[in-house]
């Protein structure tokens, strides 16, 4: 079955850096886009950033763009999110999650998350 | 940017239908996706592309999507359908999320 397990939230303080990653497992994953979504402490669901399955594609929230970048290993079945200049309200729950089409040539906003991992708390606090 | 409306909180008595609505400027063009959330757990796709639904799901929940709104309705709810639930749609290569309605069944 799919699974996936991110790992690497930790407390940083301000401005510091943080490198999370998803590992997933019981999917082709080298043929799926990926992507990061986040929910800080008792609020909603935030979209982060996708990524192509070639990587040659990849989208940014307003909020985390030039700061973030979203890097994969298709040979070790794993999704990365590079995290820089961290602030406070950086702070939140991140999940890795699928984002699939069921068609063939989808356009984007045929695109839906339909696996999520269990999530991994960032702290930012000094 | 562009944004998804929901409101804060929905009411249902067991069994009857909730309706939990995201609004956004011409909606009705885009597919809407719906998530729901149990406290302490990771969200569900429970809808996808404005009225399918992933295996699994319940056929209580259904979906539209017309005009500027998007609803999730939920026949026949049951005490386990209350939770978060978070409309998503794609505009201009970012993906939105609506701020979240929590469902409470009476």
């Known amino acids: 079955q799919v699974q996936l397990v991110e790992s690497g939230g930790v407390l940083v303080k301000p401005g510091g850096s943080l490198r999370l990653s998803c590992a997933a497992s019981g999917f082709s994953f080298s043929d799926y886009y990926m992507s990061w979504i986040r929910q800080a402490p008792g609020k909603g669901l935030e979209w982060v950033s996708y990524?192509?399955?070639?990587?040659?594609?990849?989208s940014y929230a307003d909020s985390v763009k030039g700061r973030f970048t979203i890097s994969r290993d298709n040979a070790r079945n794993s999704l990365f999110l590079q995290m820089n200049s961290l602030r406070a309200e950086d702070t939140a729950i991140y999940y890795c999650?699928?984002?699939?089409?069921?068609?063939?040539?989808?356009?984007?906003?045929?695109?839906?998350?339909?696996?999520w991992g269990q999530g991994t708390l960032v702290t930012v606090s000094s | 940017s562009y944004e998804l409306t929901q409101p804060p909180s929905v009411s249902v008595s067991p069994g009857q239908t909730a309706s939990i609505t995201c609004s956004g400027d011409?909606?009705?063009?885009?597919?809407t996706s719906w998530y729901q959330q149990r406290p302490g757990q990771s969200p569900v796709l429970v809808m996808y592309q404005d009225t399918k639904r992933p295996s699994g799901i319940p056929e209580r929940f259904s979906g539209s999507n017309s005009g500027n709104t998007a609803t999730l309705t939920i026949s026949g709810t049951q005490a386990l359908d209350e939770a978060d639930y978070y409309c998503q749609a794609w505009d201009s290569s970012t993906e939105v999320f609506g701020g979240g309605t929590k469902l409470t069944v009476l």
């Open positions: 999650a699928t984002r699939t089409c069921s068609n063939t040539n989808c356009h984007p906003m045929e695109y839906f998350f339909d696996y």
């Open positions: 011409k909606l009705g063009d885009k597919y």
């Open positions: 990524m192509s399955p070639s990587g040659r594609t990849r």
